[in-house]
Each structure stands twice: as structure tokens, then as C-alpha cells.
């Protein structure tokens, strides 16, 4: 049995208005046996496209690979736009050792609902991935019952838009399409990108995701 622990506390800085929130990093990442193409930060494998994204639509020129630079240019961003990132799993437990979601038994959150509360700028938090089971909205969603705390539905298309009060306080939730490849079979079935690729033959799912990702990042 493998004990998977987060590597990386939440980044969250008194002004951040908006958290990613995603599960767990590789199990490479907790055991410091990284590739020569990851980062060793937040969503830094590179078989996960986030920062490939974000580089895309802000231009940032980043670095892939272990050096400590690479991990200063995802901290500026973040901290440049008001972003944190704040993964819901604190452990779990994993037969088999390797990132599936679903994999993950003994899970122990992190309190996203009761640290929301400290931070009062938070306004919207940016799901990495659907709700399908063990994912961060699925989580959130049980943390939010726990607490007693509704969500709303503000728009049930894809990204999902949801709406919930911290403190009388609103905060908006968006489940964001993964950034993994596993999530390009699921974008195939997607009507709008289905459209869209009726459109342009050469739009593809890296195109969907920008196309996305570029209203919240």
C-alpha cells in the first residue's frame, strides 16, 4: 500500500481572487523521482498541459524542467493575477501507484470551505477536471454538504458554473476540462467541439482548451 501525500502546501496570498483546485501530483512527485521535463511545482508533470496553456495565452515563454527558475515564473503568474492554487486531497492510499483519481482510497481532505472563510478575496475557484468521481468538484461538493452549503447552478454547459455563499459572501465555481490527456476522449464527445471542428478540421483539443481556459486564466 502507497501512502500518497501532497508534496506542496496550498499557495494562497491575501489578494488572490481566484484558486485552482485540482486532487494530487503524480506519486513522482512525493517521492522526488521527477523526469527531466517536469517542474517541480504545482501541476508541473509534463503529461499535465496546464502551464502549456497558460504559457500559450499569456505568452510567458516558461521553462520545462527542473530548474528553480522554471518554478519562480509559475509562482510570478500566479501571484502577478491575483491566482492561487489550492488542491483539495491532503493523502490518500493507492494500490497500484500511479495519478488516477479514481485510485485513490483513505482520502484525506484539505479544508477548502473553512480556509475560504480567511480569505476573504477569493471569489472564484477553477475546478481542473468534471465531476466525475474523486475529482476536485466531487470532493468539494462533499466538503460543501458537510458545511451545510448549497450550490447553485449558474450555467450547466461546459465549463459548469456554479454559485455558493461563504459568509454571505458569493463565490463562483467552474469545472474547467481537465488538462490531462485522458480528458481528450471526453472533448471528442463534446458538442461544442464538435462544432467547432466542423468549422476548422484542424481545431483540435489543445485549440478546445485554450479556447476555454482563456475566459478564467
Request: net charge positive; aromatic share 12%; charged share 25%.
Amino acid at each position: 500500500m502507497f501512502v500518497h501525500k501532497h508534496p506542496y502546501p496550498p499557495l494562497i496570498q491575501k489578494d488572490t481572487r481566484k484558486l485552482i483546485v485540482g486532487t494530487l501530483p503524480p506519486p513522482r512527485f512525493s517521492t522526488g523521482e521527477l523526469i527531466e521535463s517536469d517542474v517541480d511545482f504545482c501541476y508541473g508533470s509534463s503529461y499535465n498541459s496546464l502551464w502549456r496553456y497558460i504559457d500559450r495565452i499569456h505568452s510567458l515563454n516558461l521553462r520545462y524542467d527542473n530548474s528553480n527558475k522554471a518554478i519562480e515564473q509559475r509562482k510570478r503568474y500566479l501571484i502577478e493575477n491575483q491566482i492561487g492554487i489550492f488542491d483539495i486531497v491532503q493523502q490518500c492510499t493507492r494500490q497500484k501507484i500511479d495519478a488516477s483519481d479514481l485510485g485513490m482510497k483513505d482520502v484525506i481532505l484539505r479544508d477548502l470551505i473553512g480556509s475560504l472563510a480567511n480569505y476573504p478575496s477569493v471569489e472564484m475557484l477553477l475546478f481542473i477536471g468534471g465531476k466525475s468521481k474523486n475529482g476536485p468538484e466531487y470532493f468539494f461538493r462533499q466538503q460543501a454538504r458537510s458545511y451545510g452549503i448549497p450550490l447553485k447552478v449558474i450555467s450547466p454547459k461546459t465549463p459548469r458554473q456554479h454559485l455558493l455563499y461563504i459568509d454571505d459572501r458569493p463565490v463562483e465555481t467552474v469545472s474547467l476540462t481537465s488538462s490531462s490527456g485522458a480528458a481528450n476522449i471526453s472533448i471528442g464527445s463534446n458538442p461544442e467541439y464538435k462544432k467547432l471542428k466542423a468549422e476548422n478540421p484542424d481545431f483540435n483539443p489543445f485549440d478546445f482548451r485554450i479556447r476555454q481556459y482563456s475566459a478564467f486564466l
